[in-house]
């Protein structure tokens, strides 16, 4: 469960707001929880720092799939957001991107070569970024506290390209 926010910053961009929460996860870490006020509900996103301690299985045995699709699993006590409903661990999956859309064959060698650097993580950290959407749920708005309402989380997204900022 997270704990109380340390600071809290307000970000105005064009057209939406950004609010930025630091938190200190069980292991003693900060991360930095983005969200995006959207229309009919906020999204939620942040940087992650990937471990091969935080990586369920053989990391050989990930595939990229058509339109530059893969799957990981990442191991629960090893995830700073609470996952009440999830036994060991929680799909992170990379969405799919159109092959037929504009700039989609950049698109999916990005998507590779992030993969590639997923597959040869050795004792070192991978910053990706997650978005917590859709299987989000609020708990608490301020102090923020968040709750995975089920086992499945994405990399950030956006007209099918991977988007490695959390900002």
Known sequence: MLRK???KYWIALPMTIVMIFLFSNATGSDITIHTNKGKYKNYYHFEYALENKSIIGDKSNIKLEEGGMFELRLNKKQFPINAPNCKSGIILRMPWTDPDSENASQYIQEKKNLLDKIIALDNNRLNVVIELNPYIKL??????????????IFFRHAKGRYIDKPD
């Open 5 to 7: 926010p340390i600071k």
């Open 139 to 152: 708990i608490n708005e301020s102090p923020l506290e968040l709750e995975l309402t089920r086992c499945n």
